[in-house]
Structures are given as C-alpha cells and as structure tokens.
C-alpha cells in the first residue's frame, strides 16, 4: 500500500527554520517525481517545491526562492523540504506530493502543521 508520511511541523518564531521530510512506501519512489504543497486557512492549497524524476529538476513558489529548499534522497524514499528564514505567512499545513513521470497517478500525504508566530 502506497505511504506517505510527512514529518517535521511545528510552531516557530519568524527567522527561525524547519526541515520537512517525507518518507514514502508501497512505491518505487525513484520514478516519481515528488513536491512540497502547503494550504493555509481559506486558501487554495498551492504548490511551494518541486523536484522531478529522473533529472531532479527544482521549481519553487516565488515568495519561497532563497529561503527553501526541495531535495530528495532515493536511496531512503524520503524528500525533504529546508525551510529557512520563515514568515508568518508560511503557516500552513505543508503536504507531500508524488506524481509517477510515467502517467497521472499521484498520491498525498496527510500533511504536517507549520505555525511561524512569536
């Protein structure tokens, strides 16, 4: 059965940093090309990072470059998702994404809370 699961929320004070990761299961993670998603309260969930299979190409949200980083480690079937210089308006719940480089199947995670507040 396809997992996964997103570690590493929790509550910050703005200019601090968080390390996200993934760890996923069922699939063969180095096919997939995964991502960072994150929806705040009352908005559309949007996409923060990118990193595809198999050339590990990286996308970033605007409001994002220079302060995160995607990267991911195939060998551990993790992504994960460096997040520094945070900002109160990076709260939100950030989801993990995986979308096979193959077709449309894709999956989720069950996301992971991320609070920047003093």
């Known amino acids: 059965q396809e997992q996964l699961v997103e570690s590493g929320g929790a509550l910050v004070q703005p200019g601090g940093s968080l390390r996200l990761s993934c760890v996923v299961s069922?699939?063969?993670?180095?096919?997939?090309?995964m991502a960072w998603y994150r929806q705040a309260p009352g908005k559309e969930r949007e996409l923060v990072a990118r990193?595809?299979?198999?050339?590990?190409?990286?996308n970033y949200l605007d409001s994002v470059k220079g302060r995160f980083t995607i990267s991911r480690d195939n060998p551990q079937n993790t992504v994960y998702l460096q997040m520094n210089s945070l900002k109160p308006e990076d709260t939100a719940v950030y989801y993990c994404?995986?979308?096979?480089?193959?077709?449309?199947?894709?999956?989720w995670g069950q996301g992971t809370q991320v609070t920047v507040s003093s």
């Open positions: 069922g699939l063969t993670f180095r096919l997939y090309h």
């Open positions: 990193i595809s299979s198999p050339n590990n190409e990286i």
């Open positions: 994404h995986a979308r096979t480089r193959y077709g449309t199947t894709e999956y």
